[in-house]
């Protein structure tokens, strides 16, 4: 099992800043994926930005919406994670999930609780 702890998050006006963090404990592998992932009301969930484990290349990726935005990054030797969100839109508001994928132990997948993300116009 693993368990994902985030923070962050809150209530901000357009063109402001946030940044979100969350780090994974227990049964963690070298080699995964990190991200977020939100859900605005009435949407699916959607991917906003990964990264892959160091021994994985650290490997960054943003949906299209987030590019020149958001930037994703890792805590060398250490299983956390933060994206740093500039420039926000009343569209960005949702509820963003932490997302752990393991490319070893079958390719489990965890999900944090989610933390809220609201964006004022």
């Known amino acids: 099992q693993v368990q994902l702890v985030e923070s962050g998050g809150g209530l901000v006006q357009a063109g402001g800043s946030l940044r979100l963090s969350c780090a994974a404990s227990g049964s963690t592998f070298s080699i995964h994926a990190m991200g977020w992932y939100r859900q605005a009301p009435g949407k699916q969930r959607e991917l906003v930005a990964t990264i892959t484990s160091e021994d994985s290349g650290g490997i960054t990726n943003y949906a299209d919406s987030v590019k020149g935005r958001f930037t994703i990054s890792r805590d060398n030797g250490k299983n956390t994670i933060h994206l740093q969100m500039n420039s926000l839109k009343p569209e960005d508001t949702g509820l963003y999930y932490c997302?752990?994928?393991?490319?070893?132990?079958?390719?489990?997948?965890?999900w944090g609780q989610g933390t809220q993300v609201t964006v004022s116009s």
């Open positions: 997302n752990y994928h393991s490319f070893a132990d079958g390719g489990m997948t965890y």
